[in-house]
């Protein structure tokens, strides 16, 4: 049985514990927050503190804070030699405080309060110091995800940087194509099926093969076209940006 | 009974062929396309010509060859009063040549050869100069899809513009995720899951709601980090005016 104290409740820790808690090798022994937090129904036998110092004994300690948050406090935690983890992607294991051993688990995914979310596929990105903690990072990591990796965390860096491409960017190209048809009265809806397959069609094909559209076909017409509907629009130098690297990419100058 | 022939047989077509073939609605009478194109063998009952003169009768003509040849390729039909359609986003109805009765048969979605498409869910719009024409096409898009929608030209063309964003341009987000990746020789698989959660939260949430990471937090130093792991990267500049755009939005200034 794993003994396990959330450190921090935001999105990640609170869908963390939402997949831990029923696990029947883990056991949650407690949630710290500076504020109080509501815990939802599931939740409420889950003891709560917010004094650093009634922090309860675990076996890991999984912080989940905004990142520049991490080093200051890990270093006021009032134990030494637990194993203390962060959840970040952006952050190395050497921001948290060495008084304690240290080590990562980050859930690979995009965490918002309203979905609900399966762990079972989301890659869990481990790091430790050593193997002891690796091991119980490997086997807490597997009680909720079929895909737990030991990445660097130099790798992670990298990692979380393309997490941001293909997350956040895409993301505000939906809200992009959004507003484009929000002008026409049209609804998004129409957009759903295409955003679906798009995301569907590199389950099985690279994206290059994947690729279609204007700007691999090199079509003039249709490029001169947007351009002239979206006009003085914000968005234009990211048309013209993307255009011009597609049409780099599949060789063919504009 | 609605009698259908296909000019031009690329990916667009060949899909659709696809889906109307098996409605009983529907009768496949024939494939018009210049250079002889094999059909694989479900389509193999379906007649076959490369000769402009012998394109067979129909209810519908359903054109699908590049935005830019359509206009001569419609003018030089031989018949006259018939119902021409095509099927591009990018092209208004008037591309078509007057001798026929114009509409626009247009599926919103990507298509690749070697992907299967589902069309019950595919938004077809549907445009036409006469109301008889409109109940045609919505019969015809009613057999294959539960969503056929009369969008004018107009429309139309930001639609397209819309799906350039969220299928293109997305597309070639995850092939930059992809290269930081191999770079790394970490597998785009990791990704995977973010990709398909990335895309399935706005079913349910907008766009906005759906947001997240650092530039929407106005986290100031993982964005230098990033920017650094990027170096001298083309998609520097792709980072740098997402997050502009993303910071302005959430009304955070960098």
New interface residues.
């Given amino acids: 049985m794993t003994k396990v104290v959330f450190l921090g409740f935001g999105?990640v820790n609170s869908h963390l514990l939402n997949a831990l808690k029923n696990s029947s090798e883990v056991s949650v022994k407690q949630v710290f927050n500076r504020n109080y937090v509501k815990m939802i129904s599931p939740f409420e036998k889950i003891p709560f503190t917010d004094e650093i110092s009634k922090i309860a004994d675990a076996d890991v300690y999984i912080i989940g804070i905004?990142?520049?948050a991490i080093s200051t406090f890990s270093e006021s935690l009032l134990f030494q030699n637990k194993l203390v983890v962060h959840t970040s992607g952006?952050a190395a294991l050497n921001v948290l405080s060495s008084k304690n051993r240290r080590g990562v688990f980050y859930p690979?995914?995009?965490?918002?309060k309203?979905?609900e979310?399966d762990f079972e596929?989301?890659?869990i990105c481990i790091e430790a110091e050593n193997s002891n903690d690796l091991e119980t990072l490997q086997k807490l990591g597997k009680t909720i995800s079929k895909?737990v990796?030991e990445?660097s965390s130099?790798?992670r860096?990298?990692?979380?940087?393309?997490?941001?491409?293909?997350?956040?960017?895409?993301?505000?190209?939906?809200?992009?194509?959004?507003e484009?048809?929000n002008?026409?009265d049209?609804p998004?809806d129409?957009?759903?099926?295409?955003?679906?397959?798009?995301?569907?069609?590199?389950?099985?094909?690279?994206?290059?093969?994947?690729?279609?559209?204007?700007?691999?076909?090199n079509?003039k017409?249709?490029i001169e076209?947007?351009l002239h509907?979206?006009a003085d629009s914000?968005?234009t130098?990211?048309?013209e940006?993307?255009t011009e690297?597609?049409s780099q990419?599949y060789g063919k100058k504009l």
Wanted: proline fraction near 6%; charge should be positive.
């Fill in positions: 999105n905004p990142d520049d952006g690979l995914q995009t965490f918002s309203q979905r979310i596929q989301i890659p895909n990796a990445i130099e790798k860096a990298k990692l979380h940087l393309a997490a941001v491409f293909v997350n956040n960017f895409v993301n505000h190209l939906y809200e992009i194509g959004s484009i048809l002008e026409d049209l998004f129409l957009l759903k099926p295409l955003i679906a397959e798009t995301a569907s069609k590199i389950k099985t094909l690279s994206p290059e093969e994947a690729q279609t559209g204007p700007a691999k076909r079509d017409k249709t076209k947007h509907l979206l914000p968005y130098k990211l048309y940006l993307f690297q597609l990419k």
